[in-house]
């Protein structure tokens, strides 16, 4: 065992524990504390996948931005600091089930098709100026990354106008 | 070097553990919690494959960057119709929020 997998084990304990706890703990304010530690273990695994531009992306945009927001919208959508009672639904355990099964199934797909250990070349050292490049390129990625952009812009009006306060009405 | 099947595995229960807390938890902004470990997951495949099998080509990458940008969108207009929703309703526990139930 090398010390590549050593690091991927523990982050991937980390990481699912860390996940379990978002989805399992009553109280929200820590549920975004452990996402945003779930969220650091992925960080973790895009590194380990020479990814590294999409290791630095992950911490900016999902904790920097996404777990934060989470944090302000619970903190905006409570009447008291305390949530009180039961966090789950009362058929829980249909969606332990279908999550277990889901599990099950996609591990025993993925046992029964054959891959490989190595990856079948090195990442070149050019990658992510390759990839700057494909997304401006008419024949690469460009309609992608433009519709990409209407989205985000659509999504910052749209979320603007949603909570928008009227107080004329 | 780490085997394939251990990103995918990894990556199938994190989109598992997402799974449950999208259908179990009552509260919205806890919901879209469980969303966003489904999109990570998504996010370890695409780059996984990409690493394994085509690392000199882009289109894994550029999948990646449009799933972060969705992800991005998606979080920002629900957040902002959570906060909606509670100045009507004084509430985002999605038990209560039965307005469309019939």
Redesign the interface.
């Known amino acids: 065992m ?1 010390a ?2 050593i690091i ?1 084990l523990i982050t ?1 304990v980390v ?2 524990f860390a ?2 706890r ?2 399992t703990t009553p109280n ?1 304010i820590h ?2 504390l452990w ?1 945003i530690l ?2 650091a273990g ?1 960080a973790v ?2 590194a ?4 590294n ?2 290791a630095v ?1 992950q911490v900016v ?2 904790i920097g ?2 777990a934060i ?2 944090v ?3 903190m ?2 409570r ?1 008291e600091m305390r ?1 009180r009672g ?4 009362g058929r ?1 355990w ?3 089930i ?3 099964v ?2 099950a199934g ?2 025993w797909m ?2 029964a098709v054959a ?10 050292a050019s ?1 992510i100026a ?2 700057g490049k ?2 401006v390129n008419p024949n ?2 460009v309609i ?2 433009e519709v ?2 209407v ?2 812009l ?3 009006i ?3 106008f ?2 928008w ?1 009227r107080h004329n009405s | ?10 990556a ?16 919205a ?2 919901i ?3 969303v ?2 489904m999109l ?1 997951a998504v ?2 495949n695409l ?2 494959f ?7 080509t ?1 289109a894994g ?2 999948f ?3 799933v ?10 629900g ?6 929703v ?2 009507r309703f ?1 509430t ?1 526990v ?2 209560e929020i039965d307005l469309m139930k019939w």
Do not use: C, H
């Not at chain 1, 380990?48 to 990814?51: D, E, H, I, S, V």
């Open positions: 090398t590549m997998q991927f991937a990481t699912l996940a379990f978002t989805v929200l549920a975004a996402l779930a969220l992925v695994f895009y380990l996948l020479n990814a531009f999409f992306i945009v999902y931005a996404i927001l989470m302000f919208a619970i905006l959508t009447r949530d039961k966090q789950t639904s829980w249909w969606a332990a279908l999550g277990a889901f599990f996609v591990t993925i046992e891959l490989p250990s190595q990856p079948t070349a090195a990442v070149p990658s390759d990839l494909a997304l690469g990625y992608p990354f990409a952009s989205l985000l659509a999504a910052l749209g979320a603007v949603v909570a306060t | 070097m780490i085997p394939l099947n251990w990103y995918l595995i990894v199938a229960a994190l989109f598992s553990i997402g799974l449950y807390g999208v259908l179990s938890r009552k509260n902004v806890a879209l919690m469980g966003e470990l990570n996010n370890i780059l996984t990409w690493r394994y099998r085509a690392p000199t882009t990458m550029a990646s960057v449009i972060f940008a969705v992800a991005a969108a998606e979080v920002s207009v957040l902002a119709l959570f906060i909606a509670y100045r004084k985002i999605t038990d």
